[in-house]
């Protein structure tokens, strides 16, 4: 891609925090420079990369191109949906998506919300690189959730999805008008993997009760639906999810997940 075409996905707009030393930033020929001349360069790939001596996460590209699979096969159209609703009700004109992996939804909504900046964050440059090369429209980074390059409420929405979450750095950014919307899963959720896997049963009462320390709840939706699979779907969901992550995938195993669930929880929040 031109660098001139991935500069012009950024917002000009002075917005920009360097995630060095935190002083404003500033768009200046391919670069995001500071006062301290601290300067990031905008990659011909398509994104900037603003995390300081880099290393590569547990999070890997054929985890990412599995979920891009997953995403493609329509499994998470519902929720994408449901998010479009929240996005046009609560969103203003700048969106961060933080842990946005390879960049279903950002890219999605752009569609329908071309008017709005959609960010896509992520500290996996996997993910980011494989979301550039579907997404030109969308201005990316490789950046750290809790070292967000963005002025204090600077930014109108945060999407924080089945990610961690740093509140008091979501809501600095966000200030006391913007909401987040941060999507949990239920009790439910790939329920068809854990017990294949063997693992526990999960709730999620404790992350709830974390939001609702750290912010207000003003909307509150669930999503969930259960589908057939077929075996490369089968493959597909076993190889997406972190749940695997120290597992080795068997034959077996795609043979034997026929089922899964999808079951979240979408939380709008406020300050
Ligand atoms: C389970 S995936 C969800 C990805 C995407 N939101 C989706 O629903 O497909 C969790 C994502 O959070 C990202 N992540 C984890 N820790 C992060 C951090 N400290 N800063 C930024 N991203 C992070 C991972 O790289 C990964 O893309
Ligand atoms: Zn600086």
């Known amino acids: 891609m031109k660098i001139e075409n991935v500069i012009k996905k950024f917002n000009r ?17 391919i670069s995001l420079v500071c006062d301290d001349n601290h300067r990031y360069d905008f990659s011909k790939k398509g994104y900037i990369h603003l995390i300081n001596n880099y290393k590569p996460t547990k999070y890997s590209e054929e985890l990412f191109m599995a979920r891009n699979e997953v995403f493609s096969n329509g499994f998470y159209t519902n929720v994408l949906k449901n998010i479009q609703n929240l996005v046009g009700k609560y969103a203003k004109d700048i969106v961060l998506d933080i842990g946005c992996g390879e960049g279903y939804y950002i890219k999605e909504l752009k569609t329908v919300f071309p008017e709005k900046y959609f960010y896509g964050l992520d500290n ?3 993910a980011i690189e494989l979301a550039v090369k579907e997404d030109k429209l969308n201005p990316y980074m490789v950046a750290n959730l809790a070292n967000l390059p963005f002025k204090d409420g600077s930014v109108s929405c945060i999407l924080n999805i089945l990610t961690p979450a ?10 006391d008008n913007g909401y987040l919307i941060k ?11 854990r017990e294949l896997i ?41 190889k997406m999810t972190p749940l695997t992550f120290s597992k080795v995938i068997a034959a077996d195993d795609i043979n034997k997940l026929k089922e899964i669930t999808i079951d979240l929880e979408l939380l709008v929040c406020k300050k």
Do not use: M, W
């Open 124 to 126: 996996s440059k996997d």
């Open 13 to 29: 707009k002075k917005i920009y925090l360097c995630p060095k030393c935190l002083s404003e930033s500033y768009i200046e020929n």
């Open 166 to 175: 740093n509140y008091e750095e979501f809501f600095r950014v966000l200030g």
């Open 198 to 238: 063997g693992g526990k049963e999960y709730t999620n009462s404790d992350t709830v009760k974390l939001i609702e320390d750290n912010c207000t709840v003003v909307d509150r939706i669930t999503v969930s639906d259960t589908f057939k699979l077929t075996k490369e779907q089968a493959q597909n969901f076993l």
């Open 183 to 193: 999507i949990i899963p239920n009790a439910n959720y790939l329920r068809e993997i």
